[in-house]
């Protein structure tokens, strides 16, 4: 009798751990911009997801850490084995950029349904040198 009810319990916790419900996996969690030059990359960056769970997933909403940051994301419920995109487009300010979006959604396996993608990089101007800086810095001017 012992013996069942040790049986019972353990099959009664591997049925919990099984999480039921919809599950996000994405394919990457962190963008890397690179070095980019402002005017030549309009700073657009898409997160690719699947929902692996059994049932449909909602994204709820998508926060920017910062308003230079837009988010867009599907409205539309996800279902099982479907693909999604959360878009994001950064405003290119010159500097290091290092910005969050909070995904906010019913996902299962993440803590409240939260998972924190992130974008970083370099966003640089180059210089445009005068034609008339250039002769001046001629050897025989």
């Known amino acids: 009798m012992k013996k069942l009810f040790v049986f019972i319990t353990v099959l009664i916790g591997l049925t919990s751990l099984a999480q039921k419900g919809p ?17 030549k990359d309009d700073g657009i960056r898409v997160f690719e997801f ?14 920017s850490s910062c308003g230079c940051t837009v988010p867009e994301w599907p409205k539309d419920p996800i279902a099982p084995g479907a693909k999604g995109q959360i878009k994001v487009q950064y405003n290119m300010n010159p ?3 290092s910005k969050t979006i909070t995904i906010e959604s ?8 939260m998972v924190p993608l992130r974008i970083k990089g370099t966003v640089i101007v180059k210089e445009e040198v005068s034609p008339l800086v250039k002769k001046k810095t001629l050897p025989n001017s």
């Open 95 to 97: 500097g290091p950029i």
């Open 23 to 39: 599950k996000i996996e994405f394919k990457e969690e962190t963008i890397n911009y690179g070095e980019v030059e402002k005017g």
């Open 50 to 63: 699947t929902n692996t769970g059994d049932e449909p997933l909602l994204i709820k909403n998508a926060k």
């Open 106 to 113: 019913n996902a299962t396996n993440k803590p409240d349904g």
